[in-house]
């Protein structure tokens, strides 16, 4: 009885173990954003208004992000990004340059709290 008591707590903490780092690693990581006028993202126009940006969705690779509009119904953007340093202080999105009265491109976003950013590749 003692032997059998044993094995069923092993097993048991195998399936939690294993649960948890699944649950880890499948987490991605989102932040809604909101501009007050029209951006660009690499084969994409973005109009005033929020939307949510997801790094690694799905489970995937975190140099993977998706827009999608706020509610989540219409993505709008997936595409491989390069990680890069996040600078002591900025804001969550700098910008690249673009020609007068034409929409920015976003350079890199960089999420809520982390270290690292997100390069859009154009």
């Known amino acids: 009885m003692l032997k059998r008591t044993v094995v069923l707590i092993a097993v048991l903490a ?28 690499p084969g994409t126009l973005l109009t005033p208004g929020t939307y949510t940006f997801e790094a690694g969705p799905q489970g995937n690779s975190l140099d993977i992000v998706r827009v999608t509009t706020r509610d ?17 202080r900025g804001p969550m999105v700098s910008f690249g340059e673009a020609p007068a009265n034409a929409p920015q491109p976003i350079d890199v976003w960089y999420e809520d709290g982390a270290k690292m950013g997100h390069r859009f590749r154009y």
């Open 14 to 41: 195998v399936v939690a173990v294993t649960a948890s780092s699944t649950l880890a690693s499948s987490a991605s990581r989102v932040n809604h954003l909101t501009f007050s006028s029209a951006v660009r993202l």
């Open 72 to 88: 989540g119904r219409r993505v709008l953007y997936t595409g491989f990004t390069t990680l890069v340093t996040r600078p002591a």
